[in-house]
């Protein structure tokens, strides 16, 4: 645990903190935390999920108490300053966010105009918030006078980011900020924050991607059931980062009875193409993982399989029990579950495509969410309504699983119940799995055969070494920079 | 009225707007006075209950209205104009009978009244800029009131929805009315 | 939406396009005679050409112009004189004329230009939102309709329970979700409705703003005389 020093020293400083989201709630979402953090920081938080790493960086940011009502006992401290006693307004002046979610964020027309509007807020002259325009814009690789309507959804990412690091305050706070990004730009943005916290800035991220992460964090805070149960130095955090894998289970069970065959297929958004001549087959059985970056086709590739895309060019063939009934035998889940929640309790939704009461349960043991079956699916967290919505899915007992990066929020508990869930899917039925996903906890698991994307064709497809192959190429590029050397 | 409520009368009044850019268009050339107004009805009485749920204040529906007449007005004086006499006369009627949006009551009036209200107003500039006899076929008294009844129908029963929907959301912890 | 319009120039500054637009439509609209209107319309026409507004005025007539004939033909079958008509006909030309400055302001200029006229920077900030987040909603419904026919859903008018709860339930909640996270982001990123902050590309009146302004006056002198 850290010394406690005092407040004035320090960029944050935490005190006895306890927060629950309302006074009639029984337990505290944080607990008795004790947090100092100096200025040249940048530091990790980690642990599953809901258990309290977002509630932590909207305390630091006021957020907690004064939009959300939060009942918060203890004291937090930005800068010297107490943070009960500032408004919003004033807090953002010290302590910028990155909030996921970037598509709902960006309200402006114009890339520099949504860079601008943070700096504006603050009251900069328009020469000064020019010079900044450009800077993160460059910092983040847009172009100041393009459009924002044609950003894909990664730019949109960049350019949120951009829109917060110009207003240059002391202390930054990133929720999963690395989603979205491709590995070059998840590079640039590291990379930025090596810099500017070796400057006396102090960052903050959570991020489950702790592959990337840790080679630029000075530390690791660990939360377990809303308390800091490990606070680790950067060398301490990558040895512990490897224990954390859960044990990959052998499974290279799969028949030789075809599903898909992709023959020079080619998939295009608009005139741009997107898939280019892919080719492959996909068998009962298998266990598939897709990786590559963003951009790369793996969404594109998962709803071609489904039918919602059709190609423009090449062969497309499905094998006939697939045809026969399209939507019962392929199911397909989206990567934001609120897309396909619709029911009012949770019994109801894994009910309405399951061919029997009988089954519906067995599914709803199956995924671990019996005790969830009267609750309102909306009301849930979003690993729980991820776990809802793959259930509801599953439970139509479809041949084939397409899965769209479905361990975005989940911990390690939900990944591996995801995981053993998948196996038994397959023994039982014989449900085959395709995934797309960014995550090497998941693709590590689930990957008897991967398909690496890259650019819209397939670059390899291979056996499970392809995965440590792919992330290690990730490790590689995400060496920790050298003492002295300055990207500013 | 806070930040995040003008952010969510914005965010009603930009799906107000979707709805009239898919519906407008299906009714535009038929030469029937009020016409336009209905098939949007049932969206508008929707979305403009769930912005008075969520924002319980007078002048909730006047922003929706107001806004999406604003993005009208880089078209025409005449629409912006519309939405704002129809948006100010529900205000009124509102404020007199239940002086805000405490009640649900007052959430259905002033959702429901908000389409039928915008056909006086169509009707009116229609005559002036077509003239006496255009006037005398557009105003024939059984097609507006035909039209009257549609939209005041469709307004209401969206407003009903919007009304049911928010009170589900609610329960869920979505939803949460000042 | 607005991607079609050309960004960078205006021809005149977003206030004084709407005040012209404003006065174009009153002033004509109380003009009594045909050949007033057609006089002060084809003054206003020629203004609007030499001010930069060519291109926006083929836009709108290319539409109007049958829409408007139409109507006009209407009111003549429906016993009116030619006189009569011919003033319909006018009257919705000038409709199109007065909306022509209103087409070519672009959103971001015109609230840039209402927060530096002291209008409430929020008032300019719902305004973007609204107008920025039509296609971001429509893309929404889109994929929720995608996401729910996989599910099997089957969206018809006789199955309206599935449109009730499989479609505008969702979409709803979507408004909400992406209604308190722009609220966030924007409170975060250091908005205030007691702040005035600065405008980063302000927007300045022009000389061509005054000397069309100038000759829109004798416009409007030459009708009233007339």
Same mark, same amino acid.
């Given at each position: ?55 932590? +960086? ?81 910092? #983040? ?88 149960? @490990? ?30 065959? +992709? ?41 071609? +399989? ?66 969830? @079956? ?26 084939? &699983? +397409? ?18 869930? &998948?196996?038994? #899917? ?63 | ?178 | ?38 006089? $002060? ?30 109507? !006009? ?43 530096? !006229? ?64 722009? !609220? ?31 000759? $829109? ?5 030459? !009708?009233?005389?007339?």
């Amino acid at each position: 645990m850290s010394h406690v020093k005092s407040p004035a020293a320090s960029s944050i400083w935490i005190k006895d903190l306890y927060v629950r989201y309302s006074a009639e709630e029984a337990g505290w979402i944080l607990e008795d935390i004790d947090l100092e953090i100096g200025p040249g920081e940048l530091v990790v938080l980690s642990g599953y999920s809901g258990t309290g790493k977002s509630t932590l +960086l909207s305390t630091i940011n006021g957020v907690a108490s004064k939009v959300f009502g939060a009942d918060i006992r203890g004291l937090v401290c930005v800068q010297g300053e107490n943070v009960e006693s500032m408004d919003l307004g004033h807090i953002s002046r010290r302590v910028g966010t990155v909030l996921q979610g970037a598509e709902a964020q960006i309200f402006n027309l114009q890339v520099d105009d949504e860079v601008a509007f943070g700096s504006e807020n603050l009251g900069l002259s328009p020469a000064v918030i020019a010079e900044r325009v450009r800077t993160y814009c460059g910092l #983040m690789g847009l172009s100041p006078d393009q459009a924002i309507e044609g950003l894909s959804g990664g730019q949109k990412q960049r350019l949120v980011i951009a829109s917060v690091l110009a207003m240059e305050q002391g202390i930054l706070l990133l929720d999963e900020p690395l989603a979205n990004l491709d590995g070059a730009s998840a590079k640039d943005l590291l990379g930025f924050l090596w810099d500017t916290t070796r400057q006396g800035r102090t960052a903050i991220l959570v991020e489950h991607r702790l592959d990337m992460v840790l080679p630029y964090a000075t530390r690791l805070l660990c939360l377990e059931n809303g308390r800091i149960v @490990q606070d680790l130095d950067q060398a301490q955090a990558e040895r512990s980062y490897l224990s954390l894998f859960p044990g990959r289970q052998n499974s290279s069970r799969c028949s030789t009875s075809e599903l898909f065959r +992709l023959a020079h297929v080619e998939v295009a958004h608009g005139h741009a193409p997107v898939l280019r001549d892919l080719s492959l087959t996909l068998h009962a059985g298998e266990q598939v993982v897709i990786l590559g970056e963003n951009g790369s086709g793996k969404t594109t590739l998962l709803r071609t +399989l489904a039918g919602l895309v059709r190609p423009r060019s090449g062969e497309l063939w499905r094998a006939p029990q697939l045809r026969e009934q399209p939507l019962k035998s392929v199911g397909y889940v989206c990567q934001n579950p609120n897309y396909q929640l619709f029911m009012d309790t949770v019994y109801k939704e894994v009910d309405f495509q399951s061919e029997s009461a009988e089954n519906t349960w067995a599914f709803l043991d199956l995924f671990g969410i019996r005790h969830l @079956q009267e609750r309102h699916p909306l009301a849930l967290s979003e690993g729980q309504k991820r776990l809802v919505t793959i259930a509801a899915i599953a439970a139509m007992r479809p041949q084939v &699983l +397409l899965l769209d990066e479905p361990t975005v929020g989940q911990d390690h508990q939900g990944l591996g119940r995801l995981i053993e869930t &998948l196996e038994e #899917m397959r023994r039982r039925y014989g449900t085959s799995s395709v995934v797309a996903t960014h995550d090497v906890r998941c693709a590590d698991v689930l990957g008897d055969r991967v398909l690496w994307l890259e650019d819209g064709t397939l670059a390899r497809d291979g056996d499970h070494g392809l995965v440590r192959d792919y992330f290690q190429r990730h490790t590689a590029e995400h060496q920790r920079p050298v003492e002295g050397q300055s990207r500013l | 009225m806070k930040t995040r409520d003008i952010v969510f009368l914005a965010i009603m009044a930009a799906a107000v707007t979707l709805v009239g850019f898919l519906t407008i268009p299906l009714v535009l050339a038929i030469p029937i006075p009020g016409v336009r107004s209905v098939p949007a009805a049932l969206f508008y009485g929707l979305l403009l209950a769930l912005g008075a749920l969520k924002v319980r204040r007078i002048g909730s529906i006047l922003a929706i209205a107001a806004l999406n007449g604003l993005v009208l007005l880089m078209m025409s004086w005449i629409m912006f104009l519309n939405n704002v006499i129809a948006a100010l006369i529900v205000e009124l009627i509102v404020w007199l009978l239940f002086r805000g949006y405490q009640k649900e009551r007052a959430i259905l009036l002033g959702a429901g009244l908000y389409a039928p209200l915008t056909i006086p107003a169509n009707l009116l500039v229609a005559i002036f800029i077509g003239g006496e006899y255009l006037g005398q076929l557009l105003a024939t008294p059984w097609l507006v009131a035909l039209m009257l009844l549609a939209a005041g129908v469709l307004g209401f029963a969206g407003a009903f929805l919007g009304l049911r929907i928010g009170k589900e959301l609610n329960k869920a912890g979505i939803l949460k009315t000042a | 939406m607005f991607s079609g319009i050309d960004r960078p120039r205006q021809p005149l500054h977003p206030m004084a396009g709407l005040i012209l637009s404003f006065l174009t439509l009153t002033l004509g609209l109380a003009l009594g005679q045909p050949l007033n209107l057609y006089l $002060f319309m084809a003054s206003l026409a020629l203004l609007y050409l030499v001010a930069g507004y060519g291109r926006t005025m083929v836009r709108v007539f290319r539409l109007l112009g049958v829409i408007a004939l139409v109507v !006009a033909g209407l009111a003549y079958l429906a016993g009116d004189s030619v006189a009569g008509s011919l003033m319909t006909l006018g009257r919705i030309a000038l409709v199109g004329l007065s909306s022509v400055p209103l087409i070519s302001v672009h959103p971001t200029q015109l609230s840039r230009a209402l927060t530096q !006229a002291g209008c409430p920077r929020i008032i300019a900030l719902a305004l973007l939102i609204t107008i920025r987040f039509v296609p971001v909603l429509a893309s929404e419904m889109q994929r929720i309709r995608e996401a729910m026919t996989i599910r099997g859903v089957r969206f018809h008018w006789t199955n309206l329970r599935h449109v009730y709860r499989a479609l505008l339930l969702p979409l709803v909640v979507r408004l909400i979700n992406i209604s308190d996270l722009l !609220a966030l982001s924007v409170e975060t990123r250091g908005f205030s409705l007691s702040e005035r902050g600065t405008v980063y590309k302000p927007v300045r009146w022009r000389l061509k703003d005054a000397l069309v302004g100038m000759a $829109f006056a004798g416009v409007i002198a030459g !009708a009233l005389v007339l």
